[in-house]
Each structure stands twice: as C-alpha cells, then as structure tokens.
C-alpha cells in the first residue's frame, strides 16, 4: 500500500517539476505562476449534466474576469495565503452518456432563467472547447463489454486527459445522475471475486456510480462522490481505495435544505432547545427532479439527507419527501417545519421556505472540491478526507454534521495541508538547487 | 479600582467561607453542597413582568423536580464539570412598580395558553414567596426624592436581600419594560456633574434603566442588561462602573429573530454567499408588545436589532418593524425575507417563520446568565463580560455576533473561570486546613 | 319507493306535532318554541373521539350560553330568518367502539391545549350524560355476529335513541377513523346479492364505515359521511338508500387545507391565471394522524383531496403528502406551493401554511350538518343533498368546488328549503285548526 | 348634463358608423371586423413606467400570436360571447415626463430578467412605434404654462391621438408614478374656485394625478385611475366629471397582496370565523419601490390596502408595512400573518406569501380595463362603474370588496352591457338599411 502510494506521488511529484521547474511554493506564487498543488485536471462523470454545465461556465466565467467566485468557499479571505490550486490551474474534462454538448446544456439553462444569455454568448466557444475532452460513459443499458473492460476504458480516458493536458493531478467527481441503492451480494465483501465478477461479460454486478470509482481507483486519480449513489459504498471497493492510496471524499453535495439544517440544528441544541419533530418538503424540476421521480432513485437521496438530521436531533420525527414538480425547472424549493421544545415544555415553531437553482449552489462547490482535493493529494493525503464534510449530507471519514464546526475544520485542515505543501516545495527547491533528486 | 475590587472579592468569600465552611470546590459538590460560587441572589428589575415571572416559576419548577432545565445552556452535557451556582443556589428577588403579584402574573399567563394551570398550582405558594421579596423600584412618575435618593434607596434593597439572605453575591438583572432612546446630555461624559444632577430633586436626569444600573453599582452587585434601554450606555456611568469594578453584561436578550439570523447569517457567508437584503417582520402582543406601540420605545429596539445583521452581512438592505398585534397575546411571531446572492449572480431566497412564547425564551437565559454570572463574580472578573455576547443582541465587550462562534466562546470562558474558582477554593482550603486565613 | 318516503315523513310529522301542538312555523320561533324542524337526534358513528368530543363539548357550550357559536355557518346573519333546527333542538348519542368516555376524552383534549379546562369542568356532568347515550359500536375485530344482524343491532340503537328521546328525526353522521380504500367485489353492484352475504355469519364484506351507513339506512335516519372512507360509494348501498329516500351527504369534511384551496383557486382562475403546480404537506398527529400513519388508510384521504384541486386546476401537477407527527398533539399543519402562470408566461409563486386545531374546525360543521340535515329532512327531501358540497372535500351530487359558489349554493338552498317548510307548517297549523288530520 | 353626455354618443356613433358601415353586432364578429365598440385608444398617464410597457408588449405579443392572453379576464370563456373591443381594436399612446423610450425601458425589464430577451427582440419595431405616441406630460417640475393651460395641452394631445387614429373611444389610465396624499383646500369644494385658480399661472393647485384626469375630461375620454393617487378624489373635479357624463373608473390597481386578501378574507367570514388580526409585510424594488421609499408617496398605498381589509374582516387589527428593498427589482414578495378565531375561542393561523412580477399581474388589466371601459363607453355608461370594483383596492361606486362577488358582477355586467349594445347595433343597421340615419 505504502509503495503503491509513493510510486503515485514520485509520478506526480516528477510530472510538476517538469513543467514548471522553477516554481516558488509560496502563497504570492497565486498571482504569477501556478500553484504548488500544480494543473489539476477536473473530471467530471456526469459532465453534460445541470451541475457540470454550471461549473464548467462559472470556472470559464471567473477565469475570463466576467463573475467574480461568489459562492466558493476556496475564494474567502481565510484561505487566500493557502497554495490551493487557482481556478486558471484547472481544466475540465469528464464522461457522460447524453449526446447533448455543454454549450447546447448551457443553451438549455439559459432558456430555464438559470444562466444569464450574455454569459453563455461570450464563453460559448469555450464551454464547446470543454465539451471536446468529455468521453462516452459507462451506459449500463449498452451491453457489448465485461464490467472490467468498461473500467479500464473509462480509466485509460482519464490517464489520457492527464498526459495530454500535462496535469500534476486528476480530481475526478461524480455528478451523475442519482442511481437506487442497490442490493446485497456475496462479492461485495470480498476483492477476487469482485474482481472476478467484473470480468465476467454476462454480469452487471456494478452500479454505474461504483464502475466510474472503480476506474477512479485504477487511474489513480482522487475521486469524490458529489451524488447519494452507492459509489464506494461497496466494502470491497472501498478497500481497494484504501490499498491504492487515493483520497477520496464524500458525498451527496450539501448545497439547500440540508445544509440549512446543519446550520440550525446545532444552533438550536446550543441554546439547549429539543427539536422534536423536523418535518420537510422538496420540490424539484428538471433533470435531477425526473430521476428523483422514480421511487428508486429517491430512495438513496432520502436516506442520505435524513442521516445527518438524525444525528443533529438525537433522533426526533423527521418525514421528508421529494417531489417531482417540471414547472419548477432547475429551481428547488424546500419547506421545513420544526417544532422544538423549549423552557417548561413549551414549543417553539421554526419554519423555512429555501427557493435557489439548486446548480447554482452545487456548481461552486465542485470548484471548491477540485482546489481543496488538489491540495490534499499535493500534501500526500490517503483516503477520506473528513474534513470535507463541509460540503457533503453524508460525509465519509467523519461524524461531524454541524456546519460551524465544518467550517472550522475545512479551514485548520487546509492551513495545515498547506503548509506541509509549502514546506514541501521548498525542501524539494532547495535539493534541485544543490544538485539532489526530487526525494 | 484594584482596591475596590478586592474588597469586595474579601467580603464575598467571607460570606462563603461563614456558611459553608468544607466546601470541596469539585463538580461532584454539584449534587452536595452548594457550588463554589455560593448562594447568588438575583435581583431582577421589573420582576412582576412576563419574563420575570416566568423565570421565578421555572426555577421553582427545576428546583422541586417538577419541569427539567430545557433552553438552559449551562445545564447542558458541556457544562456539567464546572462549579456555576447551582439552581438550588439561586434565590429571586427584585423592584417592580406594578402591585400584581407574581403569582397573579403567573395565573395570567396560564389564561394567556403560555404557563400550564397545574404548574403554577403547584408552586402558588413559592411565587407568592418571592413576591414577598419583591421591592417598589424607582417610578419616574412619582416625584418627591432626588434620584441619588432613589438610587440609595434601591441599592439599599439589594443590600438587604444579600444580608438577610446570607448571599454570596447578587446579580442585578434588568427585565423592566423597554425604554426610549434618549438625548444626550453634557452631565453624561462627567462623573461629577452626574452626581451633582443625581443630587437636585427638582431634575430626572437619568432613565430608569439607567438609574436602577447605577444602585447596582452603589450595592456592588453585578449588572445585566436584558433589555435595549439606556442602561449603562452612558459614559459617565460605564465609567463609574469600571472603577467600582462589578462585573457586567448586556445587551438585550438574543432570543428569537435576532438569534435566528445571528446562527443564519454566518451560515452563509461560510459557503462565500453575499446577502443582499434581510428584510424582516415582527408580531407581537403581551405586555411588551404594548410597550413597543410606542414609536419612541420601538426606535431603541430596532437600532439594537438592526446592530448585530448589519456587522454580519457587510450593510445589507435591512427593513424591520415591529408591531403590536394583542391578538397574539404573549407570543411573538417574526418572518424573515433573505435575498442572497450566489454563483454567477443567481439568487437564493430563505425565508424563516419563527413563532413561540417569547418569555419562555428568555427565563431560561434569565437562569442561565445568574449562573454565569455568579461564576464570573466569584472568579474576579471585572467590567463587561464579552464571551456573554451569547445572550445579547447588542453584546458589551465584544464585536462577536456569530451565534457559533459565541457558543464556542461561552463555553471556553466557562471552563477557564470555573478552573480558576476551582483552584482558588483548594488553595482557600488548604489555607484553611493549615489555620492560615482566607487569602 | 315513495311509499316508504311517505310514511317517514308522517311519522315526523305525527312525533313534532304531539310534542309541539302549537308551534308556529315562524323564523321568529326560533327563540320560543322549537323549530319547524322539531327535535333532531344528531348521532355520531365514532362519538368518543376528537371531533365527536369538540362537537358535543360546543354544542353544550353554546346551549348553556358559555361560548357563541363562532365557526358555524348556520349562525351567521343570512341563516337567521330560516326555519333551522335550534342548537337547543340537538340532542347527541352515537356509537363508538372505544372505551373512553367523551368527558375524559375532553380531558385529554385539555391536555392537549385544545380545549379550556374551565370549560371542561363546567360541562363536565352534561358530557357524562351525553357519553350515556352511547352504545357500542361495529368493532371489525370482534366476530360472532353476522354483519346483518351488526346492522340491526346497530339500527336498533338509533331507533330506540330516536323514541327514547321523543325526536322528530335522526340524523347519523359518521366521524369515526378513516378507512381503507377497499376492493371491488361482484356484491357491491348486486342488492340481493350483497344482503345474502350479509346474513352469512363468515363473511365481512363492508367495511364498518358502510355497515354504519346501512344501518342508517334500516333506521331510516338521514346519513352524513364526513370522512373519506369507502361508506356508501357502494353502488348496491347507494341504490338502497336512493330506494328507502334517505337524505345523504358526503363526503370528508372540508375543514383546512383543502377549504383553503378551494377558496383560492377560483380566484386564480377568475383572474385568467393557469395553476401549474399545487404541491402540498399535511402535518398531524392526535388520532387522525396514527390512523393515517398507516399507507392504507392514508390512500383514500389523498384521493378525496385531491379531486377537488384537479378539478379547480385542470389538472395542474399536484404531489401531496400527509405525515404522522405526533408531538404536534391536535393541531393540524398544511403547507401549500403553488405555481401559476400569468402573463407572457411569467410567474407568480403562492405559498400558505394553514395552522389550526382540526377538530375545532370540523365540529362546528358537524353542528352546522345536523341542523341543516334537519331541514333537509323535514322538507321532505330525498338522496345526495349537493349543496351540502359546501362542507365537503369530495361532494356527493355536486361536481362544484368553488368555495364562492358553494356559499352562495348553500344559502339558496337552505333559503328554499325553509320556505317549504315553514309554507308545509303554516298548512298543517290552519288544516289542524280547522279539523283536519296532518296530511 | 344629459345634453353633454348625447353630443358625445352621437359623436361616438357617427365615428363608428363612419368607418364601419356593415358591421354585424354579433360575437362572431370578433374573428371578423371589428367589435361593436369599435377602435379603442388606450392612453396611458405614465405610459413609459414598468406596467405601461409590460402592457404595450403584451398587446403587441397577443396581436401578433407571440403570447396568449393569460391573466386577461376578458380572455375567458364567460366573456367570449361579449362585443367587447378585440385586443387588436386596441391602440396605446399616452404621457410620460421620462424621456427613456418605451423600448429602451423592455431592454430594461429583460435585464431583470421579467421580459424575454426573445420577446423584446420580436417586438422592438413595434415598441418604437408605440412610443412615437407618446406626448411630454404634465411635470409638477416645470412652471411656464399655468395648469389650465398644461390641461388644455394635455387634452389636446389626446384629441389628436383619437382623430388621427380614427377612433371611436378613448380610454385614459393612469399608471404614473403614486402621489402623495395632498391637504384640503377649498377650491376642492368649488367648481368655480378651481377653475379660477388653475388659470393662476402662480398656483399649483393640483396634483398631476388630478390634473390628468381633469385632462381627461375635457377630452371627454373615458377615465380610469389605476394608482392610488388623488385623481377624482377632489369633489370639484368629481363633480365635472359627473357633469359631462364620462365613465370613469377606479382606484388603485388590486394585483397582489390585496387581491388575494380580498379572495381570503370573505371565504373565512362565509366559514363562521372571525379574523382577529391580519399583519401584512410588502418587500418592493423597482421604479415603484423608489417612489413607495417617500414616506409621504406610501402613505396614499397603505390607505389604499388597508380600506378593504378593514372592510372585509370588521375592523381586524391590520398592521402593513411597504419596503423598497432594491435588489428585489420588478419583483414584489408580500407576507400575510392572519390570526382568526374560530370555534370555542381557538385560533386559525394562516401565512401567505406572495411572490410576482408586479407589472406582470397589472399589465393584463389594463388591457382588460381597456377593452370593458370601451364597452362601457359604447353603452352610454356614465360615471363610475362600481361593477370595475374586481379591479381595484379601492373601488369607486362600490363597497363590495369580496373578489368572488366582484367576479361575478363584473360577468353579470359585461352580459348585460353587451346585450345593449349589440342590440343598439341592430336597430342602427336596421335604421341604416331603412335609410333611416344614425338616431
Ligand atoms: N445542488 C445540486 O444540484 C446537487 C446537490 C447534491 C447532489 N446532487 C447530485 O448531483 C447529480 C447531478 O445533478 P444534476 O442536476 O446535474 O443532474 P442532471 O440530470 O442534470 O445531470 C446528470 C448527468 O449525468 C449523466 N449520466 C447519467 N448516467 C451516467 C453515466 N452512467 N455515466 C456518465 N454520465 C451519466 C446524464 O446524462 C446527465 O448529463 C445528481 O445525482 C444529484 O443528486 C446535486
Ligand atoms: N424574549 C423576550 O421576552 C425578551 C427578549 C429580549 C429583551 N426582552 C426585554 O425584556 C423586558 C421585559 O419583557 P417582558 O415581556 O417581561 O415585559 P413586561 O411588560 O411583561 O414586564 C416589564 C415589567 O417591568 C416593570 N417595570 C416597568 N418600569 C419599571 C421600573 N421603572 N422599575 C421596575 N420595574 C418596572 C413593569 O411593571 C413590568 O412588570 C423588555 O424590555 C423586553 O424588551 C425580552
Ligand atoms: N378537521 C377534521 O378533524 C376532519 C376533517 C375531515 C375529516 N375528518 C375525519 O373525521 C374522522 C374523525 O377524526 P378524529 O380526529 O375525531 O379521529 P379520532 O381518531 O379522534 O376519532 C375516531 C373515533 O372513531 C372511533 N371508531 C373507530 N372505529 C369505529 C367503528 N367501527 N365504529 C364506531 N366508532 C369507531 C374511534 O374509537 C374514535 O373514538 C376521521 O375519519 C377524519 O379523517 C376530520
Ligand atoms: N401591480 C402593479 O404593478 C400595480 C398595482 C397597483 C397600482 N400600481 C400603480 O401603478 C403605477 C405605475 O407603477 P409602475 O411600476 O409602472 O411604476 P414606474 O415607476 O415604473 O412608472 C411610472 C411612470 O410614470 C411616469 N410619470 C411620473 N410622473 C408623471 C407625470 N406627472 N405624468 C406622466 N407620467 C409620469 C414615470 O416617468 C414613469 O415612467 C404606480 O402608481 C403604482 O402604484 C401598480
Ligand atoms: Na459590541
Ligand atoms: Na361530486
């Protein structure tokens, strides 16, 4: 495991000293060159998606000067003295099964009153530019492959994305659409058969969310699940992960009504309130609003958005629903009711109504992931991230729900991450200058 | 200064040492004895009024068993290993100008849905104890002493309580009616033309709120502001306050709307979201909503309201307004319109219904805020206590406004003062045990 | 079928004159005599549970002058000129399969905050007197009769409750927890086949709300079904009760959130607007709330409200959920979102939250229904009364769910109505002055 | 008086017999020539504001089969068999002291994002030939002329505006931007006095609300205030008014909060319940939102709102406020709190929120006040038609304030001014073939 992983980082390590040799790794290198976490290349699976389009224009729209990052966490005055990757350093590229290109997407949310006309205009070719470097998915509804060929396909698309772009690092994130849980097989438990089921051309015994990880896992690449799908949540997968070192960090993104809860629930439980009941309504259109339609697919995004609630609340009454609702397009509205006991038995009733285009808060965030997970594979980091629980409804690596204590964390974590990289980079600096090889 | 406090640090640990001679100044005391911080009376000013009442009835509720200490922070798990007072340490008194009693008061509220009708036939007698205790305050209506003369006059009632009940300490709280703004005048920055005016019966220089601040500080208790009057917000008094050296906080009870955004607001700006405008709404009826009729008493409340937003959203449009709607009775009801600025300049819109009893959610801060106090008292600090921010709208002694980060505060200042009671109390011990005086 | 009709109506007649020889069909008799309606028994099918319980509670409250009959739309000023049957004319007695009296039931309704304890125990003995007049209900859990001698039985209680009490008539109104949808069987559209399998002592082929309504049928009382349960949407019931011409009405009381609707959505379409979404949640707990708790029982309440809302919207998007939340006790929460489009396809976005104790909504109506069922009665009229909808999510014989035009429906009627009746009397009186029998 | 009213009928009918020699006063004429109420000009007082230009695009979106005419009353079924003036009977021109075009300010409305770029792009030659329509107004700014003189203008303007587009009617609305409340003098009271001092080049007496309708009536156009401004409300100008028989129409456009206030409240009353409080919050950017910043400009909007509710729930408790909240934009949100009392002294709560594109709401019922004041005209209607009360907050000639009364008025109205002018037709075209003249 320990070779494996230092194998990974001598690759990286060798890649970003060739293409920029002199890098000095200090935060001002911000404005000059690129950062000490290096190009990172961002791949996205579900990259023709609402969350992927939206990223995709918002990373060409900061990069080009036309938006300012409002909406990154990454761009707040905490982290400007961290050698976070900068937007300019990141590139795009991804799978996805639909045949309708970024630019024509983009097209799709102007029209839904998501993207503003004359951002779209100005960045098209550019978006089109994106839209060359996305690959054909794994469809599970095309048969033809063995699971384990699919893998190594999606898996080579993403090695070649790397060579070509002279990347120091791949963060790939999945923001496919949500699968159902799925469920229980002997092979899940266990890696050879697992692996010896993949090669079997008569099974499907992956998930689509679990095969991008898997070709996550064998490119080496850094891999974070932004859906509720089972992803990694296969023991044997996940143990695979864990062997070869990669950091990972998950999942489901904690963008509207559950990041509301997490902001207010631990504020109640401060002031000594016991909520007994958080009751919740979600209304969604669009593409995610279709999937989510299905009885199925809902069923993982319900159990993941009522995990952390739980947790929150010591268990009160917690109902949620989601419901399809097309005229609403890409907004997504949510309601809560929160009944609360207070000083002698009495209640307390809190209710929210959140109305946002639920990408909008999603898209800065895989920005964000792409930065911070940089970052994380520069200073070595193996496994879940648990600081990242920021940004996740059901975070890997941590129990932690309450979003101020979140914060806190992101912000020491990468303090400290990004000192180690500095530090790094100097000691590297120093050896190249009196002759001695990179570690 | 320094000698006035000592003074009072000397004849407060007298009083302890005298009626509890074999303190252990440990946690487990908890369930035993008394608390290191000893008996601790708490004066409350307007202690006929709703909150007032409905805090005497709660503590007389926790004491006998008969309700748990829920919407208390420091009965909360965090708390538990530090040697506040306990409830059964606390004994109420006060000045009202109203000749209803407390226990009157009480029966009102259970017509007014608020108080539960077996509650308050349980502990009748209790409340009609500490009515006993209860004092004519000063009534700027009724003319014929000076204010100096009046401001002995209370300070003297507080003095007595402490006697007659062998207290330790006594922790003034004002939960008297709101009061307007008021004008500023020469005698406000100059000690002596203050006592000078203080002294001419034929002149109110002072509000009452500001008045009943300054008996505190004549009786050397500790002072709290619950409310968003004057108080000690004149400079001559702030400043005969530093010298006497009495510990103090204020300002304005955090308890629904304000609190709500003040756990809100930093929510946001943490995931890099920029509000625009918080516009907000508030019904009430009760007795302070009579008050807040009043355009003049309304201007002090709002600018108190308004305070602590404008520091955490950087001067977003804040429209707020407050009326007397007798229908609700004794509850208060806010909503709250946020517009919020996200990724590439798309909208979030929140809004928040909040609805409850508002005396119930102040009495446990009430309770909450004697204990600390008497913590803080007995650990010698002096002047305004800023990790109190917590409990105000308007905090003294600090800028802080994030709800979180104030929780966080709180508690660590909890931790540090009671180790230092705790200490002190084992070297008084040990002085004690080897015949050596105390201190 | 007429013959049947007839002797009902003489033997109405015959009881009303005997107890009241010399009534005068005047509105003015309202506050003399008893109305031209006579005496009506108001039988409750579920007659010890919540709104069983407020109904009886009010009822005595308003006879004894102790509250006014605030809710009830028959007590409003256009109703006051016609010939109703006086709330002093009502006398209630029911079946229920519970053993808890409506006196202790309304104890526990005072627990709940609910109802006033000083009310409670004002009325208490009056409620131990109605709960007298109670008998055991169809208990589905306990064999050993067959269902048709159930339905003697049951049909037996009324008609003793009716002599018993001297009252000109019944009427029956169902109020007991909701059922199940139920599925279709061959006996359902067959009389003859349907009363075979009734006698069969080992078969349940209705449901107890249905039997409850055959009973009513046998008893020839008037019949109300104020919840969604399958009752008397059985072809071969209905056919019977359109053969015996027992006056009926139904169906599931409009009391929140569904009344809410159907207020606003005719206002939308006058104003030429297009409802594309109406999604809604229910909150509840008490009685109601565990039995909908259940999928089964919840399917049929879902369908009855949501009719109404297609029908007033042209089949907009409507995705409604009803969640158990217990500590939310009595009270009922519905939060709606509408979507509408407007001009040049612009939006208009709607939300409402409904807050309210249920039963204290629905039993005013549970009143309002027993003395216009009276009229309804006594003016000879025969099936499905549609103007009744005014009262009903799912209106048998009327296809209106306007609100609007369901109050002005409901006033014409009972205009008419009266007019009958009091002309009927006003012939009867002279025909009896001048020697000639009642008809 | 009469004589007045005569020459204009005679002048009206000669027109339109004039230019449309063979009409047939049937519906079906509506997919033929034009109506029986012949070519309408719609002048516009403010004709360049937010609501103008939404309704110039509207009728040029409708006209040229862009947009359906949704949120047009007239649109519905219940009007199709009414002779009102067709949409493409319609012609706009108006006053406005803004020199921003009425094409330049669409742009605008796109960039906030209530028009469609598309739309606007569609429309944009259109729009400029409606705004070469457009006159100077009157400026309250600007001496020079005394205000007879700036009325004769101003009348003149529309004068020509009828003849050189062959109209047969004009329709005045004002859309301009709210005035503030003006103080008594006693010119108000006397036709003399007024029109003595409005030839006093020295004296303003007016306020340009008033001075446009008095405009108005020197052009013997129809006259319809759509904004709460003084207008007619000054008994001289009323009186002139009433003189010359123009129908007028009026005040203050019922859009939003207030419609659905007036939809709401009348369905409680039907109930039983009673409203104890109603507390309104109105959050409004915009043009509007400025001028409602003025203390003085909302004081006339808050009257306005509030004289209906007041109406409608018996002098209920109605605190409302009006913020400009700038980010909002067109945009105006608007929260109802409703606290109702209900049987037994319970309590209903019931919270709206409203949110809508302001303009979007007002638009289509200028172009349906447009089309039913030509019919009104055509009919030989004189003052006020209290039946437009569906119209307003504020209705003149009517004290009906109930939405679905209201509704149904205005059908019942428009049946029967329908009827008369069709048949008015007839008997002219049956006079017409007899060689008999124009009465
Ligand atoms: N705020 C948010 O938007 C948010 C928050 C949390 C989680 N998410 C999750 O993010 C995901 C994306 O949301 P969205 O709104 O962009 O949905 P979307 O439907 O617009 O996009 C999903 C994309 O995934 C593609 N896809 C489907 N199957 C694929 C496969 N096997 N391989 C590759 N691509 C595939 C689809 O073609 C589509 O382009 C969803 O799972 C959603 O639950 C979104
Ligand atoms: N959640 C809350 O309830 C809350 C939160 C923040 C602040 N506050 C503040 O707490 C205060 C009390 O609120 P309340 O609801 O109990 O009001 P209340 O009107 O019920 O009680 C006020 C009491 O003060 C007494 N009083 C008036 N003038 C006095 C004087 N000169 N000396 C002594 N007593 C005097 C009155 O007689 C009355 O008994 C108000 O100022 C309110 O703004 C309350
Ligand atoms: N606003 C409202 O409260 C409202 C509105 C519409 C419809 N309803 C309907 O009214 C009904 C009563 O509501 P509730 O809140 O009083 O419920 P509840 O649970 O308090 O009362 C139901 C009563 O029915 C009795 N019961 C059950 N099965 C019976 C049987 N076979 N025979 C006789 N009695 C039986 C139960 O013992 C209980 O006392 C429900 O079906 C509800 O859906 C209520
Ligand atoms: N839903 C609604 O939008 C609604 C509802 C009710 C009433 N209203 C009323 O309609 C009016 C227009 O609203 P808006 O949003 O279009 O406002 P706006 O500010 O966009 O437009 C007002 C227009 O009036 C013009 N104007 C000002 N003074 C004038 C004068 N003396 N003569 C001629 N023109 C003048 C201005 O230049 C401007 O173009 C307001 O009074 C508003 O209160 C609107
Ligand atoms: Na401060
Ligand atoms: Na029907």
């Known amino acids: 495991m320990k070779l494996i992983r230092h194998q990974r980082e001598e690759k990286g390590v060798r890649l970003s000293t060739e293409s920029n040799p002199n890098q000095v790794p200090s935060p001002s290198e911000q404005s000059r060159g690129h950062s000490a976490a290096g190009h990172v290349g961002l791949w996205l699976i579900g990259a023709r998606g609402s969350v992927a389009t939206t990223a995709a224009t918002g990373l060409a729209a900061i990069r080009t000067g036309l938006a300012p990052a409002t909406g990154c966490v990454t761009s707040q005055d905490g982290f400007s003295s961290i050698p976070l990757p900068k937007f300019s350093d990141l590139i795009i590229g991804g799978h996805d099964i639909s045949d309708v290109s970024i630019a024509k997407r983009a097209e799709y949310l102007v029209g839904a009153g998501m993207l503003s006309q004359h951002l779209v205009n100005a960045l098209y070719e550019e978006l089109e530019e994106t839209d060359s470097r996305i690959r054909p998915g794994y469809d599970p509804s095309c048969r033809g492959e063995s699971q384990a060929e699919a893998a190594r396909r999606l898996a080579n698309d993403i090695n070649e994305f790397k060579i070509s772009h002279s990347l120091d690092r791949v963060v790939v994130i999945d923001v496919s659409s949500t699968e159902a849980p799925i469920d229980y097989l002997p092979e899940f438990d266990d890696i050879g058969l697992l692996l010896a089921a993949l090669e079997d051309p008569s099974r499907d015994i992956l ?152 990408s909008m808060l999603a898209a800065p965030m895989i920005l964000d992931l792409a930065r911070l997970m940089g970052l994380a594979d520069a200073s070595g980091h193996r496994g879940p991230v648990g600081e990242f629980g920021f940004f996740f409804k059901d975070p890997w690596g941590s129990d932690e729900h309450s979003f101020a204590e979140q914060s806190r964390r992101l912000l020491e974590w990468a303090r400290e991450a990004g000192t180690h990289v500095a530090l790094e980079r100097t000691n590297e600096k120093d050896a190249t200058q009196y002759g001695v090889g990179a570690r």
Chains 1, 2, 3, 4 share one sequence.
């Open 207 to 358: 998930p689509p969310s679990s095969l991008s990880a898997y070709a996550s896992i064998l490119a080496e690449a850094s891999y974070i699940c932004f859906t509720p799908s089972p992803s990694l949540n296969i023991p044997a997968l996940r143990q695979l992960a864990a062997e070869r070192g990669v950091p990972t960090a998950g999942q489901d993104g904690k963008t509207g009504q559950t990041w509301l809860r997490s902001v207010l629930a631990p504020g109640l439980a401060a002031r000594g309130l016991k909520v007994l009941s958080w009751s919740g309504a979600n209304l969604l259109g669009g593409g995610d609003g279709a999937t989510l339609a299905d009885p199925q697919a809902v069923a993982g995004k319900l159990q993941s958005k009522n995990r952390g609630l739980q947790s929150l609340t010591n268990g009160a009454t917690t109902p949620l629903h989601i419901d399809n609702v097309p005229d609403l397009g890409e907004t997504k509205v949510a309601w809560d009711h929160i009944n609360v006991e207070g000083f002698l038995g009495s209640r307390v009733t809190l209710q929210t109504t959140w109305s946002a285009y639920d």
